[in-house]
């Protein structure tokens, strides 16, 4: 079994300001790592994901986030935000059976970008 | 990149009302559909696994008889929540996974927000 802790369930963050959304995650077997976006009333759009390879991944819209295996960390950032990115952030993780298991998911995120 | 269309995006119904979700891969076939369920300002809870040509995996604690998962084909899945209550209101989000290389990847709907009166 997996669990994932967002420890901040509210980021607000100026405009064209750093911003990093913390994850830890607990398993007893290797996962997989996702981090999701969701806009209001809509579904999940994927960022980026940790599968293997390179700690550091790069995602979609400027975004990046570094797998930390000794601290069990998956920390989201972006060097500088922009209004379009206030949303609810969500990161994930999976068990490593060839994909057939579902998404254990934090409870999100919501980052608000002030002007 | 891979497309899950899901239908409808919004349902109301009366208590006691059967109510169908669909959820379609549209350019990639899917033998493992994912439901979930969120609450509102709340993160997705996983409530089954629906298998193509099998009986559907639920999570503990979701009733089979409430939640009837069918997934006849590799590019649908459906959702019917039997004898609707207003307790069963909730955003519904089926996800899609790739069986191609990107096969670790869940691609997800837009939502089906079911209000029971």
């Known amino acids: 079994a997996q669990s994932v802790t967002q420890l901040d369930s509210q980021v607000p963050v100026f405009e064209e300001a750093p911003v990093e959304l913390r994850c830890n995650y607990s398993?007893?077997?290797?996962?997989?790592l996702f981090w999701y976006v969701q806009y209001p009333n809509q579904g999940l759009q994927l960022l980026l994901k940790?599968?293997?390879?390179?700690?550091l991944v790069k995602g979609i819209n400027g975004f990046e986030a570094e797998f930390n295996k000794s601290q069990t960390s998956f920390h989201l950032r972006k060097p500088s935000v922009h209004i379009s990115d206030t949303a609810e952030y969500f990161c994930?993780?999976?068990?490593?059976?060839?994909?057939?298991?579902?998404?254990?998911f934090g409870k999100g995120t919501h980052l608000i970008i002030q002007p | 990149g891979a497309v899950v269309s899901q239908h409808p995006s919004w349902v109301i119904c009366k208590s006691g009302t059967s109510v169908k979700i669909e959820c379609r891969s549209l350019?990639?076939?899917?033998?493992?559909m994912f439901w979930y369920r969120q609450f509102p300002k709340q993160s997705l809870m996983l409530m089954a696994t629906?298998?193509?040509?099998?009986?559907?995996?639920?999570e503990q604690g979701v009733e089979k008889d409430k939640f009837l998962i069918n997934h006849a084909s590799l590019t649908l899945s459906t959702l019917t929540v039997t004898s609707a209550h207003p307790e069963d209101s909730s955003f519904y989000i089926c996800?899609?996974?790739?069986?191609?290389?990107?096969?670790?990847?869940?691609?997800f709907g837009a939502g089906t927000r079911l209000s029971v009166l």
């Open positions: 350019d990639f076939q899917a033998t493992t």
């Open positions: 629906s298998n193509e040509g099998s009986k559907a995996t639920y």
């Open positions: 398993s007893s077997v290797s996962v997989y």
């Open positions: 996800s899609a996974r790739d069986q191609g290389l990107a096969k670790n990847i869940q691609y």
């Open positions: 940790y599968l293997s390879g390179s700690t």
């Open positions: 994930a993780v999976s068990g490593r059976g060839g994909g057939a298991d579902g998404l254990t």
